[in-house]
């Protein structure tokens, strides 16, 4: 079975400041894929980052980037100069290829002006 | 483009009802999967459609249906509702078994 665990239910980080949330996950697959959503008040899931687990360079979208550990199973998303619309659940999602989003319960950032 | 639509937005029904919800995919998607998010939580897969048929399913009861038509857009069913069916359902497509996929809005259902 897939699992995806996210430690941290809440967190709070001043504006401007750099966040680090973290994930772990289990699959016996080897082709797989690792996801960040963002999922404000209007409800709708927003990818942040991916990363494709063949791949050993960590991914990199603009503030956002991700430190992603195969052997230890865990990929975690660094937030850089938070703004405060960055406010939002932040959820782990993995991806075994082929299959369904498997999700982590989420964490709650806020964003302190 | 106007991405993953779903409707309606919000749903109150009452317990022993029956809902059917509605999502068109991304221009260009031929899969929708639906996910159920309990208030709290990461969503939930329910099953997923491709080719108008059920192509995975998560572990969900069989109250939980849907359909799949041929422009790819689809519908969620839910019988005999239960006030744990409260949530919100999201609706994602993708082309085929492609790893970029698109969510909807989502739909809020309340049971009463």
């Known amino acids: 079975a897939q699992t995806v665990t996210q430690s941290q239910p809440e967190m709070s980080v001043q504006e401007a400041e750099t966040v680090t949330l973290s994930c772990t996950y289990d699959?016996?697959?080897?082709?797989?894929?690792l996801f960040w959503y963002k999922q404000p008040p209007s409800r709708q899931m927003i990818l942040v980052i991916r990363?494709?687990?063949?791949?050993?360079q960590n991914a990199t979208e603009n503030r956002f980037s991700v430190n992603f550990q195969k052997a230890a199973k865990s990929f975690s998303l660094k937030i850089s100069d938070s703004q405060l619309g960055d406010t939002a659940m932040y959820f782990c999602?993995?991806?075994?290829?082929?299959?369904?989003?498997?999700f982590g319960p989420g964490t709650r950032l806020s964003v302190l002006p | 483009d106007a991405g993953v639509t779903q409707s309606p937005t919000h749903l109150i029904k009452t317990r022993g009802q029956q809902v059917t919800l509605r999502c068109s995919p991304k221009?260009?998607?031929?899969?929708v999967s639906w996910y159920q998010q309990a208030l709290g939580q990461g969503p939930q897969f329910i099953f997923q459609?491709?080719?108008?048929?059920?192509?995975q399913r998560g572990n969900f009861p069989d109250r939980f249906s849907g359909h799949q038509f041929p422009n790819y857009s689809s519908e969620l069913n839910v019988n005999a509702l239960l006030l744990g069916d409260s949530a919100l359902y999201l609706c994602?497509?993708?082309?085929?078994?492609?790893?970029?996929?698109?969510f909807g809005q989502g739909t809020r259902l309340t049971v009463v």
């Open positions: 459609y491709y080719e108008e048929e059920e192509r």
């Open positions: 990363q494709e687990a063949y791949k050993q």
């Open positions: 999602a993995l991806l075994n290829y082929g299959q369904n989003f498997v």
């Open positions: 221009s260009g998607h031929d899969t």
């Open positions: 994602a497509s993708s082309y085929d078994r492609g790893t970029e996929a698109f």
């Open positions: 699959t016996s697959e080897s082709n797989y894929y």
